[in-house]
C-alpha cells in the first residue's frame, strides 16, 4: 500500500516537473522567431519568473531573483517618485563646504533611516525636516524613501502638497480613493507642507502658507488617522514647527509628536543654505 502511494507521488511529480518543462520549452520556441520578443526582461528565466536547474541530480523548479526586481519596480511606480528623485540618495548628497546645520540634518535622515526598524509602531516614528528653502529637505526624504523600498521592500507615496492638491481637486471623483491611499500606505512622503508664497514689503518679506480651510481639513483629516495608527510621515516644509501650529493648533502638535525625536529646524544665512544660489556666491 505504501509503494503504491509513492509510486503515485513520484508520478504526479513527474506530471508536474513534465508540465513545467513543456512549457518553459514552448515559450522558448514560440518567441523565438518573434521580433517582437527578442529581448527578455530577465534573460535567465525569460519572463517566466523561474527556471528548471539540476541539482544534486534532481531537476528543481527554482525561483529566479528577477521577482525581487519586479517586486521593487512595482514599489517604485506605485510610490509617484519619478526616474530624477529616484537618483537622490545619501551618498549624493554634499555637506562638504555647507553650515553645520545641513550637516546636522543629513546625520538625522541617515539615523532615521537606522533606526526605522525599531521605531515604525511608535508614537514617535516620523521625520520633520523644516525650514530654509533649498537647503536639501527633498534630497534627504527622498533618499530615505528610495532606501525604504529598495532595501526594505516597504511600500512609499510620495505626496507633493501643491500639485498633489491641485491634482485632488482636479480628480475630484477619485478624492475618497486617493486619500485612503495616504492614509493607508506603509509610509507617506508630504514634500513642501503648505508651502507658502513670499511677497515683498515696505515692513519686509511676508511669508504666507498656501493653506485653504479645506486642504487644512484634509491633511488633518490624513495625518490624524496616521497619528491615531502608528504610521509613519516624512514631513518637508518651509514652515516651523511654531508655524504649523498657527495653522491649525491639532494639526500642528500631532505633526510635532510624531517628528519629535527626528526634526531639524533649518535657519541661517540663505545664501550659504540655498545650494540652487550657489552659482551667485561663487559668480
Not at 538625522?108 to 537606522?114: G, H, P, Q, S
Not at 507615496?157 to 492614509?183: A, H, I, S, T
Request: proline letters at 2%; glycine letters at 6%.
Amino acid at each position: 500500500m505504501e509503494t503504491h502511494k509513492t509510486q503515485s507521488t513520484d508520478a504526479a511529480m513527474a506530471a508536474i516537473l513534465k508540465k513545467l518543462q513543456e512549457r518553459s520549452a514552448q515559450f522558448s520556441a514560440g518567441s523565438a522567431g518573434s521580433e517582437e520578443k527578442a529581448e527578455y526582461e530577465c534573460p535567465k528565466c525569460k519572463d517566466q519568473l523561474g527556471y528548471i536547474e539540476n541539482k544534486d541530480g534532481y531537476e528543481v523548479w527554482v525561483r529566479c531573483k528577477c521577482i525581487e526586481r519586479r517586486r521593487i519596480r512595482k514599489l517604485m511606480n506605485s510610490s509617484d517618485i519619478t526616474a530624477e528623485f529616484e537618483k537622490l540618495k545619501f551618498k549624493n548628497f554634499i555637506t562638504e563646504g555647507k553650515p553645520a546645520v545641513v550637516k546636522d540634518t543629513y546625520d538625522t535622515a541617515v539615523e532615521y533611516y537606522k533606526d526605522f526598524d525599531s521605531i515604525r509602531g511608535t508614537r514617535s516614528n516620523s521625520i520633520a525636516l523644516l525650514g530654509q528653502p533649498g537647503s536639501g529637505k527633498t534630497h534627504l526624504l527622498t533618499a530615505i524613501s528610495n532606501k525604504l523600498i529598495k532595501s526594505k521592500n516597504i511600500a512609499v507615496q510620495y505626496f507633493p502638497y501643491v500639485e498633489g492638491f491641485n491634482d485632488l481637486k482636479d480628480d475630484f471623483d477619485k478624492l475618497e480613493e486617493k486619500l485612503n491611499r495616504m492614509k493607508e500606505v506603509e509610509v507617506l512622503f508630504i514634500d513642501d507642507l503648505f508651502k507658502p508664497v513670499y511677497t515683498n514689503t515696505k515692513e519686509g518679506r511676508i511669508k504666507k502658507p498656501r493653506a485653504t480651510d479645506w486642504q487644512v481639513e484634509q491633511t488633518y483629516s490624513v495625518i490624524n488617522y496616521r497619528y491615531l495608527n502608528h504610521k509613519p510621515v516624512l514631513i518637508s516644509s518651509e514652515l516651523d514647527i511654531e508655524e504649523l501650529v498657527d495653522i491649525d493648533e491639532a494639526l500642528g502638535t500631532r505633526i510635532y509628536e510624531m517628528c519629535a525625536d527626528y526634526c531639524v529646524i533649518i535657519k541661517g544665512d540663505r545664501m550659504l543654505l540655498n545650494h540652487r544660489l550657489a552659482g551667485l556666491r561663487n559668480g
